[in-house]
């Protein structure tokens, strides 16, 4: 490894938490079963994009409950209410002859 890459490297490491887990055996064979097969043979990788899905699916579950929050305001239904309103007009615009 040349000097520069050394650097690359350890300037990577330095942006690294290292932790212990303890994994159920079944839950480590489980997910290295369905693991993609660049990720089957690096625990430390798999865990990571594990995690990142985790992320992704918790954040998408956060927009979805704002959303149905949204859909349930008062407010919010009689504003799209009123746009709405004035797009359906538009709408029409186009059928007229």
Known sequence: ??????RSHAAANRQLIR????????????????APPELAHNLNQLVAASLREYIAHRQALA??????????DPGIQAASTAISAEFD???MDGLRR
């Open 63 to 72: 927009f979805d409950e704002a959303m149905r929050e949204m859909a349930a």
């Open 19 to 34: 932790r212990s887990v303890a994994l159920p055996r079944q839950l480590v064979d489980d997910v290295l079963a369905c």
């Open 89 to 91: 007009a538009a709408a």
């Open 1 to 6: 490894m040349d000097k520069s890459a050394r």
